[in-house]
Every structure is written in C-alpha cells, then in structure tokens.
C-alpha cells in the first residue's frame, strides 16, 4: 500500500501542540537507572552517561510503505519524527563538537528503529522503551493511539544523570536540533 503523505515532510496546517505542564517536575530531577536497548545492540543506562547527552524522545517513525495510526496528522505534536530525527542527523558534528552526545528515544522496538536508523543514516544511537520503563521512571507525557503509548515529544538535556533542560512542546519538529544547538551556544559547560 502506497502512504497518503511524504514522511519526510511537515503539512503546513498540523495543529500545534501546548505546554500542558506536564514537564514542569523534569528539570533538575536525578535519573533513575534505567537500561534501554539501543540500535547499536547495547543497553545504555542514560542516569549513568557522564557529560551532557540530548535525548530527544518522540511518539514513533514512520515507514515510506506503510500508513499512519488513523487521524495522526491532527494529534497535536505526533507528526514530525522522522523530520527531527534527520535534522539532528544534520546537525550531529555541531553538537558534538559543543561537547554533547545525542540520542533518540521511542517506545518503538529496536528492530523497528534499527531500520530507521539504517534508512535515514542515523550516526547516533536510537533507545528503545517498549515497555515505557524509563517513560513510567520520569512520568514523561504520554498519550495513546490504536491500543498504543506512545511519549509526546520532548528534548531533555541530560548533564550527568541529572535533567538540565527540557524542551517542550517541540514544535516544529524539524526546528528542534537547530533550537537545541542554539542553547548550547548559549549555556557551554565550564570546566
């Protein structure tokens, strides 16, 4: 079956999404130990990684050959992820000469994501949390679409275990790793 729309493109008219508050308990919370396989076969604890690492969380890809959940378009904030995915792909060498690491994070399986991350040239890991551990752990927003959660866009900046920033809403999406290199321009870690 052939998709309606480009995934790799943002329609002008996608409802945008609002602060709900739903954030507001993340800054400067310690991270929990949490393992989540990544697309590289390994199992990364974000609460244990040294330095700043952005983790940019998003509902789930999608895939050229297949349809979207029915009514994603209107979902505030859903649409969008393999934009953002590949503008941190563009924008990988900038934040990590800024000193950071970066990953994705879904609630999609890493065989799922291995595809992605091979399809659209990921250099950086994608984290799976399939069964929501580390979205339960941090009580990130959440929202449910055919029979599945799904975490709501949201980009942390994760400084040594502990929550630093939080950016969210995301909207656009595709704008978020250029806003995300901004801050880091902004706020350099002094050594």
Known sequence: MARAD??????????????DGARDHLPELRLSPVPLRSTKGT????????????????PR??????EPPKGWNEIPGARGCTPQSCAFR????????????????????????????QRLHLPFELLSDAKL?????????????????????LTL?????????????VFPP???AQEVLEWFTRNPLRK
């Open 6 to 19: 480009n995934i790799y493109e943002l329609p002008a008219d996608l409802p945008i999404p609002i602060d």
């Open 43 to 58: 199992l990364v604890d974000l609460a244990a990684l040294s330095g700043r690492t952005v983790v940019y969380c998003y």
């Open 61 to 66: 890809t999608g895939r050229p050959d297949e």
């Open 90 to 117: 563009d924008h990988f060498k900038e934040l990590q000469a800024l000193g950071a690491q970066v990953c994705g994070l879904s609630t999609q399986s890493t065989e799922y994501q291995q595809e992605v991350a």
């Open 133 to 153: 551990a580390f979205a339960n752990a941090l009580r990130l927003p959440t929202f449910q679409v055919d029979s599945m959660t799904l975490i709501k866009r």
């Open 157 to 169: 900046i994760i400084r040594d275990g502990r929550i630093e920033k939080v950016f969210y809403p």
């Open 174 to 176: 595709d704008k978020n």
